[in-house]
């Protein structure tokens, strides 16, 4: 049996993803990738988008291309790709987590900060801010905001800053976004 092309997948896919709202069409794929043991985060294509000005500025030598949703949401939060070099790596198409030490004087506050620099991640790799909480999990025991006894009740102190869930990921929301930004720019600055 041959395998099917993605385009011929994407169209078959299509008209039953087309009648959802974006969240569900994104834990619909995300229940998809689950049952082969992936997640959305970690198999996610980066978009490339083709109307990137030529003013974007170059890090380590070459162009950085981001799609709109990431373009548009560095734009309002006044950050830059040069600005966000000491935090992420931008390598060709892809975007790596650099950073190692979160802001905040407690285990809490350094959970809240992880989830929403990974979201910032996701944005950058993606162009939405769709997380899966494994990544975000793994990015606080890297950079030690991790508490085993107490990270369910430091996730939730987000609030109204993520929506979603532990089995289907979560996506950063206006708030969050505006929260991550300050969170990025705190980092930047020290």
């Given at each position: 049996m041959e395998t099917p092309s993605i385009p011929h997948i994407a169209a078959t896919m299509y ?77 060709g198409a892809d975007v790596a987590l650099l950073a190692a030490d979160m802001p905040g004087s ?31 999990v793994q990015f606080c025991k890297t950079s030690g905001a991790y508490d085993g006894n107490n ?40």
């Amino acid at each position: 049996m041959e395998t099917p092309s993605i385009p011929h997948i994407a169209a078959t896919m299509y008209p039953l993803l087309e009648p959802l709202d974006p969240q569900d069409r994104i834990k619909a794929t995300s229940a998809v990738l689950a049952m082969f043991g992936q997640s959305l985060v970690a198999s996610a294509p980066v978009y490339v988008s083709a109307d990137v000005s030529d003013s974007q500025p170059e890090s380590y030598g070459f162009q950085t291309r981001l799609a709109s949703n990431a373009q548009r949401s560095l734009k309002q939060h006044q950050l830059s790709v040069d600005g966000l070099t000491d935090i992420f790596e931008f390598s060709g198409a892809d975007v790596a987590l650099l950073a190692a030490d979160m802001p905040g004087s407690t285990k809490k506050d350094r959970t809240i900060n992880c989830y929403l620099v990974v979201g910032v991640w996701a944005l950058l790799r993606t162009d939405e801010p769709v997380f899966d909480d494994e990544t975000a999990v793994q990015f606080c025991k890297t950079s030690g905001a991790y508490d085993g006894n107490n990270h369910t009740a430091n996730r939730r102190a987000l609030a109204n800053r993520i929506i979603g869930d532990r089995k289907y990921g979560f996506r950063l929301t206006a708030p969050g976004l505006r929260d991550a930004a300050n969170v990025i720019k705190s980092m930047i600055s020290s």
